[in-house]
């Protein structure tokens, strides 16, 4: 699990709480790390909750980060 968030970009909206980005465990993602997203200019603290090897799936858990 990572100490210090990492920043992304979703790759696609899945639902209101729920995205996917284009990192994956190639790029040393883990289940558990938190994720800070820039959606719609706003920033959007995120848990990654599956990972594969090229994307993962991220619920989001807080705004105004």
Do not use: Q
Request: some cysteine; charged content about 30%.
């Amino acid at each position: 699990m990572s100490i210090a968030p990492r920043v992304a970009t979703p790759e696609r909206r899945v639902n209101d709480y729920t995205v996917i980005i284009s990192e994956g465990a190639e790029d040393g993602i883990c289940e558990g790390d938190e994720l800070v997203l820039s959606i719609d200019d706003e920033h959007v603290i995120a848990t990654v909750v599956d990972v594969g090897r090229k994307k993962a799936v991220l619920e989001l858990s807080a705004t105004g980060y």
